[in-house]
């Protein structure tokens, strides 16, 4: 099993194993010319700590070629951090194996591929801001950007996000104004729904992309709203647990919740915030997995993300969402997928559907699109027949 190396920044003791192949290591904020990581936005006197907590995050996915193979695994740590500055968010734990790299932020996560990095930011994080400053270090590479695919939900608190999130409208202008030119094929839409939720979607790729979308896997976005109650309380801190570190708590919540069952396969780098809160990255050979929970009750939120193979994707959308469902036991679930080709429409809304009918979900609406260098986004939203 390839060695995975977790890097924690938030405590100068020495931190504990967690894995027989995982082992720590300080991260080297000296080098780093950046603010002390900070708590996540539950205790930053702001305007969106007056409203609540922002979970809903924004997704931002883009492709590049290169005659390296390693390819934006050859960014240095100082510029994945300029990069996250932009942002506004940290590092708080890293892990590798073979395949990509894994960062567990203090606003959710990121991830990095040879050719291929997501990074997904919850709270007044400003993502699109990301983008030039990346840019700028993949040319020193010589990395060349061929696809961007930005998403998100409707916001809980549309209000408190700052330039250039204020609506979806002026992220798409921000990206049509920063993408290059070279990426001609673009869209932007907002999936509706019957419930106050909507999916906003948008895509640039050029020439090469848009006649070939990636095959093979499938992307998977679950958005889950009004936790049950007594299941979220799994995501506070414990009285009395304060030298625990967040990776310490992050493993009992993820023990404790059942996290662990959803993919048992997957090494899992957790990490808990203070006083409440948790993020989780998983890594299963080339694939990644993640969850972000914010527990709060009146705008409690939890979020899971997959990647599934083409075949046997309908089996395996099941089995993962309804996992994840059983976690979190909400009200309200939405789900987008991203695949290849249309005509995985009716295979992916049946595996949903099989995977949330049993826990009390009721399908309120569906809709899909196609979109250039992407293939279709389809997206269902459900409600619990207890609301």
């Known amino acids: 099993m390839p060695t995975i190396i977790i890097l924690g920044c938030l405590t100068r003791m020495p931190l504990p194993s967690i894995h027989p192949s995982i082992s720590y290591l300080p991260f080297p904020q000296t080098s780093i010319n950046s603010p002390p990581i900070p708590t996540p936005s539950h205790l930053l006197l702001s305007k969106m700590a007056i409203s609540g907590f922002e979970g809903f995050e924004k997704r931002l996915e883009l492709h590049f070629s290169g005659d390296d193979p390693l390819g934006l695994r050859l960014l240095p740590i100082d510029a994945i951090q300029q990069v996250l500055d932009a942002v506004q968010c940290s590092i708080v734990s890293a892990a590798s194996n073979l395949h ?57 608190f549309p209000k408190a996000q700052p ?7 002026e992220e798409v202008l921000f990206l049509e104004q920063t993408l290059p030119t070279t990426l001609c094929y673009r869209k932007a839409r907002v999936l509706p ?46 009285k009395g647990e304060c030298e625990a570190t967040g990776h310490e708590a992050g493993k009992e919540m993820t023990e404790l919740s059942g996290i662990d069952g959803i993919n048992p396969r997957a090494i899992i780098c957790d990490f808990a915030f203070e006083p409440c809160g948790y993020s989780m990255n998983g890594l299963d050979r080339d694939r990644y997995s993640t969850i972000h929970v914010t527990p709060e009750d009146g705008y409690s939120y939890a979020s899971f993300e997959c990647v599934v193979r083409a075949a046997g994707a309908e089996e395996e959308i099941t089995d993962m969402i309804r996992r994840a469902a059983r976690v979190f036991r909400p ?20 595996a949903v559907t099989d995977a949330l009918k049993p826990l009390g979900m009721s399908c309120r609406s569906r809709v899909a699109e196609g979109f250039p260098g992407v293939g279709t986004v389809s997206y269902q939203t459900f409600i619990s027949r207890r609301k």
């Not at 606003?107 to 709270?123: A, D, M, R, V």
């Not at 330039?163 to 409208?169: E, G, L, Q, V």
């Not at 009200?331 to 049946?350: A, L, R």
């Open 100 to 156: 990509f790299d894994s960062y567990v932020l203090s606003e959710s996560s990121l991830f990095i591929y040879p050719h291929k990095i997501i990074i997904k930011t919850c709270g007044t994080t400003q993502l699109l801001k990301s983008i030039t400053c990346l840019l700028n270090h993949t040319a020193f590479i010589n990395l060349h950007l061929h696809h961007c695919r930005y998403t998100r939900g409707s916001f809980i």
């Open 163 to 169: 330039f250039p999130h204020t609506s979806f409208t």
């Open 193 to 238: 729904s019957k419930t106050s939720h909507s999916w906003h979607v948008y895509t640039a790729t050029d020439l090469c992309m848009a006649a070939a979308p990636s095959a093979g896997e499938l992307t998977v976005e679950v958005c889950m709203t009004e936790l049950d109650r007594v299941l979220a309380k799994r995501f506070y801190r414990r």
């Open 331 to 350: 009200g309200s679930i939405s789900v987008s997928v991203c695949m290849q080709t249309s005509e995985n429409d009716g295979i992916v809304w049946k």
